[in-house]
């Protein structure tokens, strides 16, 4: 069985971004960049079911600027056989990226897809949705556990209140969460075997799909600043503070 | 314009969260329709009509949406579709699942968790954690939203004089199927609905020590219990009691963060609260920064001693 892994470029998550001072973005100039954390996890569990033998071939996608190579070395050193990259300086949209990974399953015909829940840069938490819509595949998404059950895949899903499991005929797209597994980190001899891997680049022409962005951002802005406030001696002031300034107990 | 509200529901009852999406619904202006897909869901149908300001309840009532698959619950939206400019949903696992599903069925982007109405095309939205926050415009002629509940005031559960229609339920698309569900039923207030939550992280130490510790000041202030992820990764508690960037958006009147430190992705999800209080043994915890009321102690002194105190 094959998995197709789509993953992202987004800025590192240990970096406080910026809203830049004409408003019209966040400064990601200099800013380190990294695979999105749900996308490592991601390529850690399509690793995990190869070991396991249920995935014979893992195919990492990336669509978006040529830097987006270094990510899909990033998830060949952890385990996936070769890479595509959808080239492309557009400004890529979920709707988009998931017509554009629709064109590279209808070409790879992989048996499951599984994506990050979100992607820490937007938070838009869509694109695996969007694209099971646009194959008619079933869904299971925020995957925190997921087992190959002959033409299935058994998932068990966090949703509000708890886990729900699910069982969804393949070919399907799951969507991870931060619990399904913890990635390794790549080795140096994984590195530079990843460096010798396959990796094929398109344009979104070459696929047929076109990008244009259906959102337009006005503008971007700093969140209302929390002042920090005071600190409290003790107990007793916390309970004075509560009581009679702030009034909420 | 007309808008079209998902409802998230459990057949018997409306949830809360469906309130704070007709609330969105009715700032963008026009007709609020709600609809709702389930099985034997009568009530919450009657339910959603009760509601103020919503003119219509749509009710698709059958077998195949007994366990609100999100892939048949996306085929039943987008049957009704034609006529709406609007379709929300909340911006919960439920609404996530569905929705970005009847936006691409539909060729439509959608908006993502808004916090904001400007427009009937435009909408303030969180990005990066919540550490900015974007205004986008849409270009297309429907608009699929998912919305921050936190975000919207409660729509009035009385008041409405909704008429609820029943259209015909779509079946099983054969997609996938439920095998079995784990819900913690919870004592307390519910998270995202509390005026009152005390929080623990890492700091606890153990999941004897956070309901030892936490829960008597919990009980005494009758508040909603969180965690950061660092204490539901170690096993304090269950996953949905994560609060943060990738846990629940909270807003309560009172936040008592208890042994976390505050990263970016724990702050990302409380901190519109009115009121932080921080207690944690590091003066220079990030969380102070965002902490209205800080105290540096350990915990395991002061929490009791609040909690007797109270
Ligand atoms: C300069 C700049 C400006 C931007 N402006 C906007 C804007 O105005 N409006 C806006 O909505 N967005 C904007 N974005 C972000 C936008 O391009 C997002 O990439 C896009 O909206 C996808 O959202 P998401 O990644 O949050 O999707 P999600 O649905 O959260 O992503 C989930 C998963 O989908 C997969 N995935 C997503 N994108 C890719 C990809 N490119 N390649 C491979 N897999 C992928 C990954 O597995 C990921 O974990 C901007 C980005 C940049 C760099
Ligand atoms: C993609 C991604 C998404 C994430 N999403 C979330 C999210 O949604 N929510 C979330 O919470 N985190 C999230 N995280 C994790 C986040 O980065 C932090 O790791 C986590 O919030 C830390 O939890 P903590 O504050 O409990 O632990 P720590 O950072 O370890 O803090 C423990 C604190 O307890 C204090 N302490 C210890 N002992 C005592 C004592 N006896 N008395 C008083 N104080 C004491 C310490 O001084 C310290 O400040 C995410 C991370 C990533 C990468």
Redesign the pocket.
């Known amino acids: 069985m094959k998995v197709l892994?789509?993953?992202?470029?987004?800025v590192d998550y240990n970096v406080k971004v910026r809203v830049k001072a004409d408003n019209s973005?966040v400064d990601?100039a200099n800013v380190k960049m990294s695979m999105?954390p749900?996308?490592e996890i991601?390529v850690e569990e399509a690793v995990r079911l190869k070991e396991k033998g249920a995935v014979t071939e893992i195919v990492a996608?990336?669509?978006?600027?040529a830097q987006?190579q270094e990510t899909l070395r990033n998830a060949m050193a952890i385990g996936a056989d070769r890479g595509i990259l959808?080239e492309t300086d557009v400004?890529?949209?979920?709707l988009?990226?998931a017509k554009?990974?629709k064109a590279v399953v209808d070409r790879e015909q992989p048996q499951l897809v599984?994506?990050?829940?979100?992607?820490?840069?937007?938070?838009?938490?869509?694109?695996?949705?969007?694209l099971a819509a646009l194959l008619n595949w079933g869904q299971a998404t925020f995957a925190s556990k997921v087992e190959i059950e002959g033409n299935a895949a058994k998932v068990t899903c966090e949703v509000d209140g708890g886990l729900e499991t699910v069982s969804v005929k393949l070919p399907a797209i799951i969507?991870?969460d931060l619990r399904l597994n913890e990635p390794r980190y790549a080795t140096l001899p994984n590195i530079m075997k990843a460096k010798k891997k396959q990796l094929d680049t398109f344009k979104p022409a070459d696929l047929g799909v076109d990008v244009t962005?259906r959102?337009?951002?006005l503008k971007v802005e700093e969140p209302p600043k929390r002042k920090g406030g005071v600190k409290v001696a003790d107990v007793a002031a916390l309970i004075d503070k509560l009581k009679n300034e702030a009034k909420v107990i | 314009m007309a808008n079209l509200v998902i409802a998230e529901h459990d057949h018997g009852s409306l949830k809360a969260a469906t309130l704070n999406v007709i609330t969105a619904a009715t700032a963008i202006g026009g007709d609020v329709h709600v609809l709702v897909v389930g099985h034997n869901a009568k009530a919450a149908a009657d339910a959603a009509a009760q509601v103020a300001g919503v003119s219509k309840v749509l009710l698709a009532d059958g077998a195949a949406h007994a366990h609100q698959l999100p892939e048949n619950t996306a085929s039943q939206v987008v049957a009704v579709a034609g006529g709406y400019t609007h379709i929300l949903a909340p911006a919960t696992p439920h609404g996530k699942a569905v929705a970005?599903r009847v936006a691409a069925l539909l060729d439509k982007?959608q908006?993502?968790d808004i916090m904001k109405v400007i427009d009937a095309d435009t909408f303030m939205r969180p990005?990066y954690a919540g550490n900015a926050y974007?205004t986008?415009k849409s270009s297309d002629s429907v608009k699929v939203i998912t919305v921050r509940g936190t975000a919207f005031a409660a729509a009035a559960q009385s008041g409405g004089s909704g008429a609820v229609e029943t259209i015909a339920a779509l079946g099983d698309g054969g997609l996938s199927s439920f095998v079995s569900a784990e819900i913690v039923k919870l004592e307390r207030p519910e998270l995202t609905a509390a005026k009152i939550i005390v929080s623990g992280g890492r700091g606890l130490g153990s999941g004897e020590k956070y309901r030892e510790v936490l829960t008597p000041l919990a009980d005494k202030l009758g508040a909603a219990m969180g965690a950061s992820r660092a204490a539901v990764d170690a096993g304090y508690v269950p996953n949905d009691y994560q609060v943060g960037q990738t846990g629940k958006i909270v807003a309560p009147e009172l936040y008592i963060a208890i042994g976390m430190s505050g990263a970016i992705q724990h702050l990302a999800g409380m901190k519109d609260s009115k009121v932080i209080v921080a207690i944690n043994k590091d003066p220079d915890a990030p969380i102070f920064s965002v902490a209205d009321y800080g105290l540096v102690a350990d915990l395991f002194d002061a929490v009791p001693e609040l909690t007797a105190k109270l």
């Not at chain 1, 599984?114 to 969007?130: E, R, Y």
């Open positions: 892994v789509p993953v992202k470029r987004v973005g990601i999105n749900f996308c991601a996608v990336s669509a978006g600027v987006c959808i400004e890529l949209q979920p988009a990226v554009l990974l599984i994506l990050g829940k979100q992607a820490i840069d937007d938070d838009a938490n869509q694109t695996g949705q969007m969507t991870t962005p959102l337009t951002t | 970005p982007a908006i993502s990005i974007a986008v």
